[in-house]
Antibody, heavy 122, light 108 residues
Framework: QVQLVESGGGLVKPGGSLRLSCAAS????????MSWIRQAPGKGLQWVSY????????YFADSVKGRFTISRDNAKNSLSLQMNSLRAEDTAVYYC???????????????WGQGTLVTVSS | EIVLTQSPGTLSLSPGERATLSCRAS???????LAWYQQKPGQAPRLLIY???SGATGIPDRFSGSGSGTDFTLTITRLEPEDSAVYYC?????????FGGGTKVEIK
């Protein structure tokens, strides 16, 4: 069955960096589009970033553009999110998810990992 | 940007009852590209419905979706205790994709 396991979350100071990882299994990762979605404590869902199956195409929400980078290693069935210049408003649980593509910036999310908490605080 | 408004905010019902959740869009959702997710406390969201009415893999047929244009509905027939959760709608017909604020379903 599809399994997505995130790791790498933790407490970081404003302006700091953190790298999240997502280990995938149970499906053909190299054929799958992937995304990161986040959820601030007690709040709703916000799409963060998308990457195509080959890794050649990436998109970001305006709120993280220029600060976050998404990448993947299809040989290792792994997805990553490099987060730089972190702000308090980036505090959230970050989920990786398989993604059904319907157009640029138009997707829904089939399977989700359990999430990893990122806290940005001094 | 399409704003999705979900109502009611909270729904409190007894087991066996029928739940009707609403998702209203500020503009028409192209091609009925609307999805519903269930999120139980402390868990990740789970896809229930996509394309407004297509059930995702493994979802009980107690969950059904309907609607088009600006008005969409998630119906849960015969509520069970494990249906206690927050339900989110999401549109993917117009960029940027957006989520609704959620409806909490409580089982009495």
């Amino acid at each position: 069955q599809v399994q997505l396991v995130e790791s790498g979350g933790g407490l970081v100071k404003p302006g700091g960096s953190l790298r999240l990882s997502c280990a995938a299994s149970g499906f053909t990762f190299s054929d799958s589009y992937m995304s990161w979605i986040r959820q601030a404590p007690g709040k709703g869902l916000q799409w963060v970033s998308y990457i195509s199956s080959s890794g050649s195409t990436t998109y970001f929400a305006d709120s993280v553009k220029g600060r976050f980078t998404i990448s993947r290693d299809n040989a290792k069935n792994s997805l990553s999110l490099q987060m730089n210049s972190l702000r308090a408003e980036d505090t959230a649980v970050y989920y990786c998810a398989t993604t059904r593509w319907f157009g640029t910036l138009l997707y829904f999310f089939d399977y989700w990992g359990q999430g990893t908490l990122v806290t940005v605080s001094s | 940007e399409i704003v999705l408004t979900q109502s009611p905010g909270t729904l409190s019902l007894s087991p066996g009852e029928r739940a009707t959740l609403s998702c209203r869009a500020s503009q028409s959702v192209s091609s009925s590209y609307l999805a519903w997710y269930q999120q139980k406390p402390g868990q990740a969201p789970r896809l229930l419905i996509y394309g407004a009415s297509s059930g995702a893999t493994g979802i009980p047929d107690r969950f059904s979706g309907s609607g088009s244009g600006t008005d969409f509905t998630l119906t849960i027939t015969r509520l069970e205790p494990e249906d206690s959760a927050v339900y989110y709608c999401q549109q993917y017909g117009s960029s940027p994709l957006t989520f609704g604020g959620g409806t909490k379903v409580e089982i009495k």
